[in-house]
């Protein structure tokens, strides 16, 4: 088993890193494959044990917003478009949602989107620099629905707690889950953590600018329900709010 430090507000932390996916041969596509070749040099940036400069890497200072695991990047695209004023960077380690990710930057010309293909909860133990967040999105995480896998969760308290330390003050932590158990895990875990206040009672109403995946779209026509949860990085006695 790989160990890996994580750095927290109350010191480092060196606890045994289990991962939250399991990398498959999935089939990638002709298309995704020359997406990868010719656009992950430019869109990409490699994974190193390094601080990354975020402004450095979009060329611009602009609020820059996380997301963890972003499967084919449909949602990732469309707010990166809908918010051209925001950087958005995109953590996902299967290379067609890579590919399918790169595809949409070049099909919408999007100038506001970089990749790290590489296992999140290592670029935010050592590429993220603390209080440089204004967003992280977590969308629909793998559930891990048998108990003896759940601990390959991500949603885990010293996760959370790394989590709201790359915040800023007033950021936000947005989480989606269609697994109910997953979804009480998340409420319980994100109220315990003392940098984070809940901005909902509870689970939150889906924001506008999260839009209706086609697989969220077909479940909830079959009764089934999606819990968002947003909670703000709670500073100085701030209470926090959503860009
Ligand atoms: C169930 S999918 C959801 C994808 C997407 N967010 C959506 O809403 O359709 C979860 C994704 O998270 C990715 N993932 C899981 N753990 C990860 C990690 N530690 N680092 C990067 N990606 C991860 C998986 O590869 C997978 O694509």
Redesign the pocket.
């Known amino acids: 088993m790989a160990h890996d430090t994580a750095t927290s507000v109350s010191g480092p932390v060196t606890r045994p890193h289990i ?3 399991v ?1 498959r041969q999935g089939r990638v596509s002709n298309a995704q494959r020359r997406a990868v070749e010719t656009l992950l040099p430019r869109f990409g940036i490699a994974y190193a044990p390094a601080l990354l400069d975020l402004d450095a890497a979009f060329g611009r200072p602009a609020p820059k917003i996380l ?10 695209a469309q707010i990166a478009l809908a918010h051209a004023q925001n950087d958005y960077l995109g ?4 290379t067609p ?1 890579v590919g399918s990710l790169l595809r949409l930057i070049e099909a919408h010309a999007l100038a506001n989107v970089r990749i790290i ?7 935010l133990s050592h590429m993220i620099a603390p209080e440089s967040l204004s967003a992280i ?7 891990w629905p048998k108990k003896r896998h759940h601990k390959r969760r ?1 949603i885990q308290p010293p996760l959370v707690r790394l989590l709201a330390s790359l915040l800023l003050p007033r950021g936000y932590l947005h989480l ?1 889950t269609d697994w109910e158990d997953y979804a009480l895990q998340m409420l319980e875990v994100l109220s315990a953590e003392s940098q984070l206040v809940n901005s909902a009672q509870g689970f939150a109403a889906r924001p506008a600018y999260r839009p209706l ?1 086609k ?2 779209t077909r479940g909830l026509k079959l009764g089934h329900r999606v819990w968002d949860l947003i909670f703000s990085r709670n500073a100085a006695g701030q209470r926090g709010k959503h860009l």
């Open positions: 991962r939250s996916f990398l997301e963890i695991g972003f499967g084919m990047g449909e949602t990732t953590i996902e380690v299967h949602g293909q590489h296992d999140a909860v290592e670029v999105h977590v969308f629909f995480p793998d559930p991500l989606a995946t697989f969220e």
